[in-house]
Structure formats: C-alpha cells, structure tokens
C-alpha cells in the first residue's frame, strides 16, 4: 500500500491510497471550492455517480487517488495521479496530477506541499521525466504555491465540455 507520513507543526499527516469508503469525504473536499462547487454533488443518491468513478480509477494500473489524514483520522486532502506513457520528449513519460485539494482550515499549514512533493517523488519512482498539472487560470494563490514548488507556467490549458 501507498503510505507516507508527513510530521507538521501540527502533528502526522497519513498520506494513503483512498478506499471505497473514503469517496463521500473526497467528495466533500471537491465541493468545498468556490469555483467547481456547482460541479459536485454531496447529496446521498449522487454517491453511486463517485462510488463507480472511484472503481474505474482504483482498478487502472496507471491511475492512484491518494487522500491525507489528519492525526485525528479526518480526510484533509486529497489528489489523483495519472502515468501517462508518450512518443513526445524522446518517449518521455509524464506525471499528471489533477484534483488537488486541501480542507480549507489546514491551507499553509505545508500539508499540500508536502502532499504535491510526494507526489513528484511518486512520478520519479516510476520513470516519469515530467509531472505536469493545470490549474484555473483565476486561481493566483495556487499558482504561486504551485511556483514555490519549482513548476512553471509553461502553456495555457484548453478544455471542451461534452
């Protein structure tokens, strides 16, 4: 199983691979977010829609959903990680990491960096030459986060809703 602890101020943080039963704590950090809130659903009935797109990402072999436990066992964050083999780059593979998120209360306190470099370690384990991810271009904080970290604003994202 995937695990690291993470020793912060304020205590060990569990990173580990989420289970089935951790999808309606998930949900709740991906609905606490002021710009993709309309997008999620904490309502009961909609758990099955999360249930059956965490069995399709749990049982892919390039795919790793991984959450963060407080010391008192509460999710407080969580992110997906995708292998992506390529031709570009020489072959290069790359590291995709989506869905970052972090309990509200708990941003700064270095639990999401200390998640994120996991995460680039987690890619360089794997023979990934590059870890890419994108984040809402209104998102400035993050951005700077996520530039602290040592990534760089390199291309502009385009999306497509089907």
């Not at 909609?46 to 790793?64: M, R």
């Not at 030459?129 to 040592?150: C, I, N, P, W």
Request: aromatic share 6%.
């Amino acid at each position: 199983m995937t695990e690291a602890v993470f020793d912060l101020a304020d205590g060990p943080f569990t990173l580990r691979r989420a289970l089935a039963a951790d999808v309606a704590a998930i949900v709740s950090l991906l609905a606490d977010d002021q710009l993709r809130s309309a997008e999620e659903s904490t309502a009961a009935e909609d758990l099955g829609l999360y249930l059956a797109a965490f069995a399709a990402i749990d049982g892919a072999p390039d795919q790793l959903l991984v959450v963060v436990d407080d010391p008192a066992g509460r999710i407080v964050a969580t992110q997906q990680l995708t292998i992506l083999p390529g031709l570009a780059r020489l072959g290069a593979t790359r590291l995709q990491i989506e869905a970052v998120r972090v309990s509200a209360d708990l941003r700064g306190n270095g639990v999401g960096s200390a998640m994120i470099r996991w995460a680039v370690e987690y890619g360089r384990a794997r023979g990934c030459r590059l870890v890419q991810l994108t984040s809402d271009a209104t998102r400035t904080d993050a951005h700077r986060f996520y530039e602290r970290l040592g990534f760089a604003p390199s291309h502009v994202g385009f999306k497509l809703h089907l």
